[in-house]
């Protein structure tokens, strides 16, 4: 059965900056000037000027429409609004609290009715919250310190006790992974994100194959389960609309069979959907 755990609502740190200094830094991240984000706000570009430099204080409603424009995730726009003298706006629940019940139990569903196949729930900083019965399949033989919760999927990957040994194309799982890492550091300059990436690239790292399938249109995992090497693509499923700082972090990685002798492998494993 799908098991969900926990997760813990972390208030934002302010760390003293600025609404106006930090709203440049989500400008500048984003490529635009301040005549292009005061066009698509609908302010006046002396105006923007004005609350970078500090010279006038913006409104709530001001800090939302131009975080909104700038595409600042919910945990960030609460740290606006508290550097701007506001309370937070958007809440972060726990997945276990009573408001995140239908999300909970949407995840069980979602992640069941995919068995056999595996599925994982992840964080922003890409951390398990939640796996069906077929990931064990998956992480067969990693270390376990590696399994111990907080159990961070991209670290499991790539460590050389973790699945790396099992992983038959490494060099080209390994760039697939770093360069969906590196999109998640450009749109949110996390901290976190930065160090992660740090310590994976510290890694041994496989030569690259000589010459890699330019005919598959995805990028496959494909993993060695005892004499067999199965293949499978993802896809990523992201909550819509989301207005919970938790919720809007969470994304679901699916697993789907990418050639008929995968499929074959997970239907006569001992993972039964519980649909």
């Not at 409104?59 to 003298?85: C, F, K």
Request: hydrophobic content about 45%.
């Amino acid at each position: 059965m799908a098991k969900v755990t926990s997760t813990t609502a972390i208030q934002p740190d302010a760390a003293g900056f600025p609404v106006g200094r930090l709203l440049r830094n989500w400008r500048e991240r984003r490529r635009l000037t301040q005549l292009e984000l005061a066009l698509r706000a609908e302010v006046s570009a002396r105006h923007l000027s004005f609350v970078e430099t500090g010279r006038s204080r913006p409104t709530s409603e001001m800090i939302l429409r131009l975080a909104r424009q700038l595409d600042v995730p919910l945990r960030e726009r609460n740290l606006l609004l508290l550097s701007g003298g506001y309370a937070p706006l958007y809440p972060a629940n726990g997945l276990a609290d009573p408001p995140m019940s239908a999300v909970h139990d949407a995840i069980e569903h979602v992640l069941r009715a995919h068995e056999p196949f595996p599925a994982v729930v992840i964080d922003t900083s890409w951390e398990l919250v939640a796996a069906n019965e077929a990931v064990p399949l998956l992480t067969e033989g990693a270390a376990g310190e590696l399994l111990e919760p907080p159990v961070n999927v991209m670290r499991l990957s790539l460590h050389p006790d973790g699945m790396a040994p099992r992983i038959v194309n490494l060099a080209e799982w390994r760039a697939h992974l770093l360069h969906r890492l590196d999109r998640d550091i450009e749109s949110t300059a996390d901290a976190t994100l930065i160090a992660l990436r740090d310590e994976l690239t510290a890694y041994p790292s496989p030569p690259p194959a000589s010459s890699p399938d330019t005919r598959a249109i995805l990028v496959p995992l494909q993993l060695r389960a005892g004499d067999t090497v199965i293949s499978l693509f993802s896809t990523t499923t992201v909550f819509g609309t989301p207005r919970d700082v938790t919720l809007s972090e969470l994304a679901i990685e699916s697993f789907y069979p990418a050639d008929p002798p995968t499929a074959a492998f997970f239907k006569g494993s001992n993972v039964t959907s519980s649909r």
